[in-house]
């Protein structure tokens, strides 16, 4: 049996605002649970790792959807 691996990174970003940077941070982030994540993208191969941003960036950042 293969090992199975969740989906994992790592982030690097900076938050800046009239070109003075407000933050900067690394962060790992990785979800253990993604089978558990029900998701209308069942064709995309990345949906595991969408869904782990698109959740990080919520919890992060607060509500809504990151841009893009």
Sequence with gaps: MDAVAWPRMQLR????????TL????????????L??????????????KNMLEAWFRDRFGGGRPPG
Excluded: A, K
């Design 13 to 20: 970003y900076r938050l800046t605002q009239g070109g003075r």
């Design 23 to 34: 933050e900067q941070r690394e962060e790992s982030i990785s979800d253990r649970n993604y």
């Design 36 to 49: 558990d994540t029900s998701s209308g993208r069942v064709s995309d191969p990345l949906r595991y790792e």
